[in-house]
DNA sequence: CTCTGTGAAGTCATTCACAGCG
DNA sequence: CGCTGTGAATGACTTCACAGAG
């Protein structure tokens, strides 16, 4: 454990792993390799002990990482041992979505509380869970009484900055947006934005170059087995 | 022009850079330097300049771009000139929101189908749009008949392999992935995946660090004035 | 004088490669 | 032995800084 700042994509990565040794813990795989965990992503081994390495020495010499303790440090390292409160702004065809979401569950995340500014909306209950939804000019009290710590914003680009404001007002200090548009957080917010545009055109223009298989150099294929094309970019999920 | 491998960090800011256009067209703006973009997203204006400079010299010294002009070649670029017919499979929750989803129109994407292997959902037509609702099992002559060239995949992490093998084969080459899972693309198949999961994660990890203000290192704040936290982690959306 | 285009420098991330533990 | 943990090497991306166009 060496107090250095950490990457983002270092914590993107936990993620990947952490999701992988459920899957082996539940397997009733006992221990793994950074090597055999490194192949079920194609990346290189490492990284994986890189990334593990700036939380403490977690492996057994000749042996690798035992799945079930691996699985129960990351979880703490990713802040997932405790529950997470999710209020989600915009109750339109994605807010409603996402407030029926199960995954959201699965990393220790309940929706408690949706927002609109649609009277029509306001005062009903949404979806499976039933969750409730008010008044957005109501945020901050909501917020308070229900102890939200995350916010998801669901609202059209225009809307999108005002909100995210609201929130941030409210003492929120983590938000996941998915409204096309660049948001500015103050200092000491984590803002994460998932921007469904961008990745499309990002789609569209590997398209329009079917020649750039990859787009990435094609030179660097060395003598390594041929990967098959670059797990997801790079998990900026 | 100097037919570079082009990286995906740089095909993302030029979405956000032309979104930024639109709005400045609409504005009746019609030229803007490097420096004013740049301060749009508080990114550095260096960073502009290379990224149009893979793709020719856009701009007039002593004056800037002229957006309308620049507008039409990030267009291009991007390969957004031409329209993209998208397949969904998956109806639940996600695929169907998806389907209502306006952002896909502005971009020049259009939805022309979803798929499920629901019999319930099977047949019937869904959203505003009224969207057929097709087997599965019929991708191939669907994407065929409609001319699908990306698909979307909004099933469970479990279906998601399978599903994305079955678009490869019908011979999709770009694949925007919402499942939680990491897959395996064939060479010369462009495979997006949007984690929910993982952005949810390291939002956590975020809260769990209270002190980390913005997880990437402090030093750097040097002498420029202090930015708003990082613009969106880095546009990887 | 302003602002682009671009080498050179700097910063950050990944991969190599190996000492050394079990 | 096999596999971790980690400096050192490489590679990728960003920012600096400036020559030169308009």
Redesign the pocket.
């Known amino acids: 454990m060496?107090s250095e700042?950490i990457?983002?994509?270092?914590t993107n990565?936990l993620s990947v792993y952490l999701r992988c040794l459920n899957t082996l813990a539940a397997a009733g795989i006992k221990?793994?390799?950074?090597?055999?965990?490194a192949e079920q992503f194609n990346?290189?081994?490492?990284?994986?002990?890189?990334?593990?390495?700036?939380f403490?020495?977690?492996?057994?010499?000749?042996?690798?990482?035992f799945v079930e303790e691996l699985r129960q440090h990351i979880t703490k390292i990713l802040g997932l041992d405790t529950t997470h409160r999710v209020g989600i702004i915009g109750a339109g065809n994605l807010g409603t979505a996402l407030a029926n979401y199960n995954g959201f569950r699965e990393s220790n995340f309940e929706v408690v509380a949706l927002f609109d500014n649609d009277k029509e909306k306001i005062g009903r209950r949404v979806g499976r869970a039933g969750i409730m939804v008010y008044d957005v000019r109501k945020v901050e009290r909501v917020v308070r009484e229900k102890g939200i710590d995350v916010a998801v914003i669901a609202v059209p680009a225009r809307a999108a900055q005002k909100v995210l404001n609201q929130v941030t007002a409210a003492g929120i200090k983590a938000v996941l947006n998915f409204a096309p548009a660049t948001l500015r957080a103050r200092h000491g917010v984590k803002l994460k934005t998932v921007d469904l545009t961008i990745s499309l055109e990002s789609l569209s223009y590997f398209l329009a170059r079917p020649q750039n298989a990859s787009i990435?150099?094609p030179?660097?294929r060395?003598?390594?087995a041929v990967r098959a094309s670059?797990v997801d970019e790079?998990?900026n999920g």
């Open positions: 060496k700042k990457s983002e994509l270092t990565r221990t793994i390799s950074s090597r055999a965990l990346l290189n081994s490492a990284q994986i002990r890189k990334d593990l390495g700036y403490g020495e977690f492996g057994l010499r000749g042996v690798g990482y990435t150099n030179r660097s060395s003598k390594r670059r790079r998990l």
